[in-house]
């Protein structure tokens, strides 16, 4: 039986959504800490290695976080294919990161800071909850005003803003989760 796509998206909007934002959370406090511990050379480094290394990890994890992105047994959800196409937009927007960061390295951390973090603008759409634009609105605004504010200090606080939006929109998703799951008890309790 064929689902809609009010369908499929109800049931893309039901899952947990934790491993990449735990995978995102993970490399970016590794950026954070590499920006503390090494040079500005090994810190553009990790920039590059780690956010492109955060759809591995999330895949990772999500075999623990019983998301599992790579079951085959799953039924095809149109909204996955979606997401996927946002993160490839977000890849392919270093073609801007990378020429800015060869005139002035140190606005890696601004710029991939800020286009990686574009696809939870989509997922606010796709899952109906306003999260997705708290995290690209809020991680935006922090990145811009802290690449003006502490130009000595980009590769430290710019990452460890984005872990901290990431704490905070893991905190928002999981309450989110709670809150419909409550919606939907009632729901039924209220149906019988």
């Given at each position: 039986m064929?689902?809609?796509?009010?369908?499929?998206r109800?049931e893309?909007s039901?899952q947990?959504?934790?491993?990449t934002?735990?995978?995102?959370?993970?490399?970016?406090?590794i950026i954070?800490f590499?920006?503390?511990?090494?040079?500005?050379f090994i810190?553009v480094?990790?920039?590059?290695?780690g956010?492109?290394?955060?759809?591995?990890l999330?895949l990772?994890?999500?075999?623990f976080?019983?998301e599992?992105?790579?079951?085959?047994?799953?039924?095809?959800?149109?909204?996955?294919t979606?997401f996927?196409?946002?993160?490839?937009?977000?890849i392919?927007?270093?073609?801007?990161a990378?020429?800015?960061?060869?005139?002035?390295?140190?606005s890696?951390p601004?710029?991939?800071?800020?286009?990686?973090?574009?696809?939870?603008?989509p997922?606010s759409w796709i899952?109906?909850?306003?999260?997705?634009?708290?995290?690209t609105?809020?991680?935006?605004?922090?990145?811009?005003?802290?690449?003006?504010?502490l130009?000595?200090?980009?590769?430290?606080?710019?990452?460890f803003?984005?872990?901290?939006?990431?704490i905070?929109?893991?905190?928002?998703?999981?309450?989110r989760k709670?809150?419909h799951?409550?919606?939907?008890?009632?729901?039924?309790?209220n149906?019988?």
């Open positions: 064929k689902r809609t796509l009010e369908e499929q109800i893309f039901n947990k959504f934790l491993a934002p735990i995978a995102g959370l993970i490399v970016w406090a954070g590499v920006g503390i511990l090494f040079s500005d810190a480094w990790a920039i590059f290695i956010t492109g290394s955060i759809v591995y999330g990772f994890l999500s075999k976080t019983g599992n992105f790579l079951d085959k047994s799953k039924p095809k959800n149109e909204f996955d979606l996927l196409f946002t993160a490839g937009q977000a392919l927007v270093y073609s801007i990378i020429p800015f960061f060869l005139v002035d390295y140190s890696l601004m710029t991939v800071g800020i286009l990686t973090g574009l696809m939870w603008l997922f899952i109906k909850h306003w999260v997705g634009i708290f995290h609105m809020t991680r935006t605004i922090s990145i811009v005003a802290l690449w003006y504010l130009p000595e200090y980009r590769f430290i606080a710019i990452p803003t984005i872990v901290l939006i990431y905070l929109t893991l905190l928002i998703l999981k309450t709670r809150s799951t409550d919606t939907a008890t009632s729901a039924t309790l149906a019988i």
